[in-house]
């Protein structure tokens, strides 16, 4: 492939693989899917999206919001809390695109009220559990009061991201999560479906989406790591290795046949310093045998216990150690596909 | 200072106070500074190293020595395991400009030595302690062969970079680390000083090249944190909070006042996942008040305590979450400088 630095393979066989099946999944469950972009970021990648027939997305940031826009993507949630300072380009963009931003707290809708006389469309982000942002599922109060203050303004629904799946320990722990925030939201849609007959279920997390089969009362799901999957899913046993639709080439610079130690050109500037536990220590990605047309896995599980800015440190097999040579390239299953992909916009596609 | 979105600050005023003081000690030990530009990667903060006179720089990677060779630097030394697979753009910049690279074992010389019969200067990387990559500097066999290999090349001398220096748990065990490095490094001038009379010591981490005092038979040193320093470094009793030189300006998105926390627009992909333990606890970076010219330190020591893509979570005082509203911008001082700027390539100069 001609790989001379760390470099990015995207495995767009993979990719396809894994969106058929979401779509397959959410068209089942009679659930819209529109998918999370903050994963890839990227037109090239969004264009094997289009191809599928998906017509709504979401993204992260305004910033995300305007590439996806000039790029021909007509209808775009902002999946992060309203951010006051932005409003000007939020108006602008709602003047060109189907625009959903996030309210997440009676105090964001009333300065979203207080700072722009243009009709906007708004979720209320909904904490079903997470604690990270959004107006507690119970909290009807809180709720109404958001919605009231924005009265003035289109309300769509309710959208929770239950990212508290990414610390179970178990597959069941997750789906009881799921189930949990299923409840949740399905109470807050009989609340208010008698004012609002209309208003859409959005759930999140790639985990949930899928693992889960019960889907009730849900008319939305936004996954995004589906589409390339991780280290950190596979470890969550949500996906297989042979999932995962991308992976870092890097050099091998150095062979320490002491500490059965190879160090590779591929550090924390190209997988980003995510890491997940194994048997208690720290893993930054796992090597996976590399050749010019395809990824392998290995006979056994070997992984980068280290990273600085440029080195990784692989702790190796003494059968590994023995068959790798200086100039060798070998692949890096990243742990969290998310960052490794915002470190890596030059990425290739894999040779097929 | 019409920040909108995440934003990284450099104080320029602050950069300079800490390259003047390095250049300092550097000078008053009689030793060269060969100042480290993966900390900042950018030529407009390498012109304020011109400005200081310097003519010789450090890098950590084949592109970054080609992007500042572009730029005007003509002594460059690439500070990391050679690459073979980048052998041919090696070979084109050695003929433009003064290039080292580093050679960190017999099998690393062995390569160079089969694939190339231009004449490259090289250092032999040392490995005093930090078992990342070089050979160990009581090896002076391993030492000699990989020299012997390379007798058609220039061996310029022994660089080491002690990065355990930042496992240490005190000034004190730094200086011990400092001091067990010019040791090893001593011996090894003295082992080979009758073949190489002229041979280069090269040392190079932030924490001892600012703390330490003895440099006997130092040469030359690498450091490149130190222009910006960080938490890291704080917290390892390196600078103060008032010397740091970069802080990402982010908006506040939104308030919970019954977790007293505070969600920022700033995640991991601005901070990056650089973490260090507070209190046993992770923290991703230090909060200061922000003004339109300047950030100061708050009167209590207060931490982003979690970080995903583009949220940060700040766990507050409850004075602090009663003077913060949504729409104000706090500053953020970074766990690792670096990796911080790395993600924030269009940084801005903080106004004066």
């Given at each position: 492939m001609n790989i001379t630095k760390p470099t990015l393979l995207v495995d767009l066989q993979k990719c396809k693989l894994n969106l058929q099946r979401m779509l397959d999944k959410a068209n089942s469950?009679?659930?819209?899917?529109?998918?999370?972009?903050?994963?890839?970021?990227?037109?090239?990648?969004?264009?094997?999206?289009?191809?599928?027939?998906?017509?709504?997305i979401t993204v992260s940031s305004v910033e995300m919001a305007q590439k996806f826009a000039e790029n021909g993507w007509q209808d775009i949630t902002i999946a992060f809390p309203f951010n006051p300072l932005e409003i000007k380009i939020i108006e602008q963009l709602s003047d060109k695109v189907e625009l959903n931003i996030l309210i997440s707290s009676q105090i964001s809708a009333q300065k979203l009220k207080s700072i722009t006389r243009q009709k906007l469309n708004y979720f209320i982000e909904i904490d079903t559990g997470y604690h990270r942002s959004g107006i507690l599922a119970e909290d009807f109060k809180q709720i109404a009061r958001a919605i009231k203050l924005l009265s003035a303004h289109q309300f769509i629904g309710f959208l929770t991201h239950s990212g508290h799946t990414y610390q179970a320990g178990s597959i069941q722990e997750i789906l009881e999560i799921h189930r949990d925030t299923i409840d949740k939201m399905k109470i807050l849609k009989q609340q208010f479906a008698s004012e609002f007959p209309h208003l859409t279920l959005s759930i999140g997390d790639t985990p949930s989406c899928t693992l889960a089969e019960n889907f009730e009362s849900v008319?939305?799901?936004?996954?995004?790591?589906?589409?390339?999957?991780?280290?950190?899913?596979?470890?969550?046993?949500?996906?297989?290795?042979?999932?995962?639709?991308?992976?870092?080439?890097?050099?091998?610079?150095?062979?320490?046949?002491?500490?059965?130690?190879?160090?590779?050109y591929g550090g924390a500037v190209h997988l980003s310093k995510e890491h997940i536990l194994h048997n208690s220590k720290e893993i930054f990605g796992q090597v996976v045998k590399l050749t010019d047309t395809n990824w392998y896995k290995l006979d056994e599980d070997i992984f980068v216990i280290?990273?600085?800015?440029?080195?990784?440190?692989?702790?190796?097999?003494?059968?590994?150690?023995?068959?790798?040579?200086?100039?060798?390239?070998?692949?890096?299953?990243?742990?969290?596909?998310?960052?490794?992909?915002?470190?890596?916009k030059n990425f290739k596609f894999k040779s097929t």
């Amino acid at each position: 492939m001609n790989i001379t630095k760390p470099t990015l393979l995207v495995d767009l066989q993979k990719c396809k693989l894994n969106l058929q099946r979401m779509l397959d999944k959410a068209n089942s469950k009679k659930v819209d899917l529109r998918p999370h972009f903050k994963t890839h970021q990227s037109i090239q990648i969004g264009e094997i999206f289009k191809e599928f027939g998906l017509k709504k997305i979401t993204v992260s940031s305004v910033e995300m919001a305007q590439k996806f826009a000039e790029n021909g993507w007509q209808d775009i949630t902002i999946a992060f809390p309203f951010n006051p300072l932005e409003i000007k380009i939020i108006e602008q963009l709602s003047d060109k695109v189907e625009l959903n931003i996030l309210i997440s707290s009676q105090i964001s809708a009333q300065k979203l009220k207080s700072i722009t006389r243009q009709k906007l469309n708004y979720f209320i982000e909904i904490d079903t559990g997470y604690h990270r942002s959004g107006i507690l599922a119970e909290d009807f109060k809180q709720i109404a009061r958001a919605i009231k203050l924005l009265s003035a303004h289109q309300f769509i629904g309710f959208l929770t991201h239950s990212g508290h799946t990414y610390q179970a320990g178990s597959i069941q722990e997750i789906l009881e999560i799921h189930r949990d925030t299923i409840d949740k939201m399905k109470i807050l849609k009989q609340q208010f479906a008698s004012e609002f007959p209309h208003l859409t279920l959005s759930i999140g997390d790639t985990p949930s989406c899928t693992l889960a089969e019960n889907f009730e009362s849900v008319d939305e799901m936004r996954p995004g790591n589906f589409v390339f999957y991780d280290l950190m899913q596979l470890n969550l046993g949500v996906c297989k290795l042979e999932d995962i639709a991308v992976c870092l080439a890097c050099p091998v610079v150095d062979i320490n046949r002491d500490r059965n130690e190879i160090v590779i050109y591929g550090g924390a500037v190209h997988l980003s310093k995510e890491h997940i536990l194994h048997n208690s220590k720290e893993i930054f990605g796992q090597v996976v045998k590399l050749t010019d047309t395809n990824w392998y896995k290995l006979d056994e599980d070997i992984f980068v216990i280290s990273l600085s800015q440029e080195h990784g440190i692989i702790k190796a097999s003494d059968e590994l150690i023995h068959t790798i040579k200086i100039g060798d390239v070998l692949g890096i299953i990243p742990v969290h596909s998310c960052l490794t992909m915002n470190l890596n916009k030059n990425f290739k596609f894999k040779s097929t």
